[in-house]
T-cell receptor, first 111, second 117 residues
């Protein structure tokens, strides 16, 4: 799986958009970008994933650059419950292998 | 989304005793489940891959005789921490993906907080 780089921490005001960046310059053509988050003392939660097109679901939007070397997870209206560690993971699209977690970005949503 | 349930959510045990943690996929079958461990302020680290009907595969540095894994059915994997010691205190998390679905996300249990005293 390609290596990813994320800032260790970010702050965001409640109600504002949270934009979490991820660099994955060594991504291969068949690797997807996955985002998970982990709220304190809980198991990780799947957010979204994509290959090269931008994706949106009820939780977030994923913007992937044209060269696929970086991406941004967007939480359009952050709430206090979005405070968590966010993990960007690059991997081939299969559920048969474990995920490799980096250190992620600790997002603190401020009231 | 699919649901993975872990039990118990937390457990306190005495040093030298064994603890069993269950991981169930509630609405799908999984031939493979994964067990992770997370120490405070650290990321999740894969411990082992649990394979239904066959032996688990352990990551380097994880003692297979200490962390016994049984995957007896397509919906249940168990992790037994044998002769637990305080250094085994950690947050244990399992995950699974629905069998046969290529390209699916992984679903995680809520985790089990183990404290060995």
């Amino acid at each position: 799986d390609a290596k990813t780089t994320q800032p260790p921490s970010m702050d965001c005001a409640e109600g504002r958009a949270a934009n979490l960046p991820c660099n994955h310059s060594t991504i291969s053509g068949n690797e997807y970008v996955y985002w998970y988050r982990q709220i304190h003392s809980q198991g990780p939660q799947y957010i979204i994933h994509g290959l090269k097109n931008n994706e949106t679901n009820e939780m977030a939007s994923l913007i992937i650059t044209e060269d696929r070397k970086s991406s941004t997870l967007i939480l359009p209206h952050a709430t206090l419950r979005d405070t968590a560690v966010y993990y960007c993971i690059v991997r081939v699209e299969t559920g048969r292998r474990a995920l490799t977690f980096g250190s992620g970005t600790r997002l603190q949503v401020q009231p | 989304g699919a649901v993975v349930s872990q039990h118990p959510s937390w457990v306190i045990c005495k040093s030298g005793t064994s603890v069993k943690i269950e991981c169930r996929s509630l609405d799908f079958q999984a031939t493979t489940m994964f067990w992770y461990r997370q120490f405070p302020k650290q990321s999740l680290m894969l411990m082992a891959t649990s394979n239904e009907g066959s032996k688990a595969t352990y990551e380097q540095g994880v003692e297979k005789d200490k962390f016994l894994i049984n995957h007896a059915s397509l919906t249940l994997s168990t992790l037994t921490v044998t002769s637990a010691h305080p250094e085994d205190s950690s947050f244990y998390i399992c995950s699974a993906s629905p069998q046969g679905r290529i390209g699916t996300e992984a679903f995680f249990g809520q985790g089990t907080r183990l404290t060995v005293v």
